[in-house]
T-cell receptor
Framework: QKEVEQNSGPLSVPEGAIASLNCTYSDRGSQSFFWYRQYSGKSPELIMSIYSNGDKEDGRFTAQLNKASQYVSLLIRDSQPSDSATYLCAAIPSGGSYIPTFGRGTSLIVHP | GAVVSQHPSRVICKSGTSVKIECRSLDFQATTMFWYRQFPKKSLMLMATSNEGSKATYEQGVEKDKFLINHASLTLSTLTVTSAHPEDSSFYIC?????????????FGPGTRLTVL
């Protein structure tokens, strides 16, 4: 079974710090990876996508992909209380479908 | 861009009634849409994949006769919960993939909170 694993947390960081969220996946053939943010009671929102090894930066967010280690991470710089949410990692497994496998999510708490 | 709407946002109904939820892609065409269910403090559960013009593909354990999905156009998919019961109370969320883009990014609707009394 193809799986995406995340630590459920909560991960607690002070305001202004870097929050580091991690994700591993089991299907070595996965090519597309996504980070979604979900506020309590709301639906997920796409914040980053990454397809090749290395780093991808977008504002305060950096996604990192290491296919050899089957590892994806999301760094949030200068964390704000408004970043407090559950972060979902998703990977599209090999095989040609667009159905992603989601992790269970990591709860992030940014305290003032 | 890539906005997905859902209607209604919240519905309360009596046990035994049917409820229809609409999912629309507002500024793009979506050959494929997905329907998820999420219970409080639990992870997303994929219910079915909806493809325009063809039958939906349901995940294992999801009753296709209870959760009717119709994807009649490139911008609209509907989920009908038939003969709803209290255990069907949940947060139902749709998502869509932009046709032809080939990247697999999903854009989620705001969700529909269903309460069955």
């Amino acid at each position: 079974q193809k799986e995406v694993e995340q630590n459920s947390g909560p991960l607690s960081v002070p305001e202004g710090a870097i929050a580091s969220l991690n994700c591993t996946y089991s299907d070595r053939g996965s090519q597309s990876f996504f980070w979604y943010r979900q506020y309590s009671g709301k639906s997920p929102e796409l914040i980053m996508s990454i397809y090749s090894n290395g780093d991808k930066e977008d504002g305060r967010f950096t996604a990192q992909l290491n296919k050899a280690s089957q590892y994806v991470s999301l760094l949030i710089r200068d964390s704000q209380p408004s970043d407090s949410a559950t972060y979902l990692c998703a990977a599209i497994p090999s095989g040609g479908s667009y159905i992603p496998t989601f992790g269970r999510g990591t709860s992030l708490i940014v305290h003032p | 861009g890539a906005v997905v709407s859902q209607h209604p946002s919240r519905v309360i109904c009596k046990s035994g009634t049917s409820v229809k939820i609409e999912c629309r892609s507002l500024d793009f065409q979506a050959t494929t849409m997905f329907w998820y269910r999420q219970f409080p403090k639990k992870s997303l559960m994929l219910m079915a994949t909806s493809n325009e013009g063809s039958k939906a593909t349901y995940e294992q354990g999801v009753e296709k006769d209870k959760f009717l999905i119709n994807h009649a156009s490139l911008t609209l998919s509907t989920l009908t919960v038939t003969s709803a019961h209290p255990e069907d109370s949940s947060f139902y969320i749709c998502s869509a993939i932009i046709s032809g883009r080939g990247l697999g990014e999903q854009f989620f609707g705001p969700g529909t909170r269903l309460t069955v009394l």
